[in-house]
Nanobody, 121 residues
Framework: QVQLQESGPGLVKPSQTLSLTCSVS??????????WSWIRQPPGKGLEWMGC???????YYSPSLKSRTSISRDTSKNQFTLQLSSVTPEDTAVYYC?????????????WGQGTQVIVSS
């Protein structure tokens, strides 16, 4: 079955760009009708869908984060990447990558284990 694994730095300084990679195994990120999402959960708060990249490389972003978010992919490595610019301590969260046939308010079927990112100087 499909498995996802997040990787990236656990500590980012304010104003810098947060960059995370999701490695996908057991399936291809170009599989028809699949959406590959980034989702985060700040401490003490609920899950927030950030954006996704589709099987055909179309991207969709949360309106509240669109100006700071970029999602891309590397099909040769079967990976997709999140970049979040101009981070502040409010971007501290557990970041998840997820995949499936849904996105946005309908959570994807398969999730990575999540990676903690702290924004602090």
């Amino acid at each position: 079955q499909v498995q996802l694994q997040e990787s990236g730095p656990g500590l980012v300084k304010p104003s810098q760009t947060l960059s995370l990679t999701c490695s996908v195994s057991g399936g291809s990120i170009t599989t028809n009708y699949y959406f590959w999402s980034w989702i985060r959960q700040p401490p003490g708060k609920g899950l927030e869908w950030m954006g996704c990249i589709t099987f055909s490389a179309t991207t969709y972003y949360s309106p509240s984060l669109k100006s700071r978010t970029s999602i891309s992919r590397d099909t040769s490595k079967n990976q997709f990447t999140l970049q979040l610019s101009s981070v502040t301590p409010e971007d501290t969260a557990v970041y998840y990558c997820a995949g499936g046939t849904t996105y946005g308010s309908i959570w994807p079927q398969t999730w990575g284990q999540g990676t903690q990112v702290i924004v602090s100087s």
